[in-house]
């Protein structure tokens, strides 16, 4: 009888592993086939809509369409690749990705590693808590609490420079998630993220959170490149970007997202 | 290499919240596997099941899950609130406790019947016997093994810096989203974590030849 579960079970394992077997797919090239030209990989983080995120097994967002565009106005092809923010910059520079797009701010710390190309985007950060809280409604009222960021972003940054002037506990995540749900339930007080991002979360998702004050900085996102050794890359990128913007297929991506500004 | 020096003494602050974690959740583990061990020697069956549940539970999913269980799961109903240090020490102390409760029972069960006769001719109660003649020479012969689970344990301590806390493993991340320094902040964390592991085995062998079974 024993022998006979078992076996049983067994069979049963197979036949749903051979069911896995067949649906796995990544996505890959845009186009499937390799041209003559070089396959450049685009590093994202798929955790931040409106500009990055996932639906089935397809990556939408601003940045993934604004990148494809760019790519198809200049000729070249992309791959993306997935992964942590904070990972996306030590990829470049392990040689595994050559193109950043990911919301990313410029920064002077960011630019002695990578090249920046022309804004694209202006974002700034903005102070959030849990809906319903009047406790908080600006910086100075963070004394005592606890602050969750994002590893690796200038959110992260800005709360560790203004830490001892506030007087809060800092938290470090690795995802929107996380961070999320470390104020939906309670572990934190507050966090902060990029207004855009935020508000689109907000109005998108059942988030139970507001955004409080203004926002806290003007941030510009730029798309990145592996520092001094990408200027032909780095000049096709500008170029596509300017002329995405010429022929209103930049406003068109945009207003996909966040809907007429 | 400046960029270690500059590091260093964040790294250090993570490697204190490291040993802290681990030593809390390690004798805690301890107490936990001792109570599961005898639950599952006890003559009640009900005891006994209950153990076997637990242990079963825990070894058979990944600690990881039992982490994003405990901080994210729990803590999102409306009754249940801990902080992320609480979540984290119940994780690694309850994980332990499961490998130090399998490793106690076969350690007891090891010992020869003999001695629990000559107890009971002595006139000695099962209790006693269980205190004074059984578990101390079952530690003794469980202390390689014990050492063993606990480099495991503190290792495991690395995976609690994805609900942020801010251990050794965070502050290394930290420290490399602040200066992409990778390669030279991971050897920096590494050879830390290297040198308490090795003095764990150190203690462990010198516990080892001192309290030999003769």
């Not at chain 1, 508000?199 to 926002?215: F, N, P, T, W």
Request: proline share 2%; net charge negative.
């Amino acid at each position: 009888m024993k022998k006979i579960c078992l076996f049983s079970f067994l069979f049963a394992l197979m036949v749903l592993l051979a069911a896995c077997g067949s649906s796995g797919s990544d996505e890959g090239n845009a186009s499937g086939e390799e041209g003559d030209g070089k396959v450049y990989k685009v590093g994202i983080d798929t955790t931040y809509p409106p500009f990055e995120f996932q639906e089935g097994d397809e990556y939408k967002g601003i940045d993934v369409d604004l990148i494809r565009a760019i790519a198809e106005d200049q000729g070249f092809e992309i791959q993306l690749e997935a992964m942590d923010f904070s990972g996306i910059i030590p990829a470049m520079q392990a040689g595994e990705l050559d193109i950043a797009i990911a919301g990313m701010s410029i920064t002077d710390e960011r630019k002695e590693k990578v090249d920046f190309s022309d804004p694209y985007f202006e974002a700034g950060l903005s102070l959030v808590v849990a809906d319903g809280n009047s406790e908080i409604t600006s910086l100075e009222d963070l004394k005592g609490k606890t602050v969750a960021v994002k590893k690796g972003t200038t959110g992260a940054t800005f709360a560790q420079e203004n830490k001892d002037k506030y007087g809060y506990e800092i938290v470090q995540v690795n995802d929107s998630t996380s961070m999320f749900q470390e104020v939906g339930n309670g572990t934190a007080d507050a966090l902060i993220e990029d207004y855009p991002v935020i508000s689109y979360a907000i109005a998108e998702s059942d988030l139970k959170l507001q955004v409080v004050g203004d926002r806290l900085n003007g941030d510009n996102y730029g798309i990145a490149v592996l520092k001094g050794e990408n200027d032909e890359l780095l000049k096709k990128i500008n170029d596509g970007l300017a002329s995405l913007k010429e022929s209103g297929k930049y406003d068109e991506i945009l207003n996909t997202y966040l809907g007429e500004q | 290499m400046d960029v270690i020096i500059e590091s260093f003494p964040y790294l250090l602050e993570g490697l204190k919240v490291t040993i802290y974690i681990f030593l809390v959740a390690i004798i805690l583990g301890f107490i936990i596997g001792l109570i599961m061990a005898l639950m599952r020697l006890s003559p009640w069956k009900v005891l006994n099941w209950i153990a076997k549940i637990f242990i079963d539970a825990i070894r058979g999913t990944p600690i990881l899950v039992q982490l994003f269980f405990f901080y994210y799961g729990l803590n999102s109903l409306e009754f249940i609130s801990m902080d992320r240090t609480t979540a984290g020490i119940i994780t690694v102390a309850i994980n332990a406790g499961a490998y130090f409760a399998e490793i106690i029972r076969a350690g007891i069960q090891s010992m020869d019947k003999g001695q629990t006769e000559a107890a009971r001719s002595l006139g000695l109660t099962s209790s006693q016997n269980m205190r004074h003649i059984i578990l101390p020479q079952a530690f003794r012969r469980m202390l390689p093994t014990f050492t063993n689970q606990a480099i495991i344990s503190f290792k495991d301590t690395s995976l609690l810096s994805v609900i942020g806390i801010a251990d050794l493993t965070q502050k290394g991340q930290v420290e490399i989203a602040r200066t992409f320094e990778a390669f030279n902040i991971w050897l920096a964390v590494g050879v830390m974590y290297f040198i308490i592991i090795y003095l764990l085995s150190l203690l462990s062998s010198f516990l080892e030849r001192r309290y030999k079974l003769r």
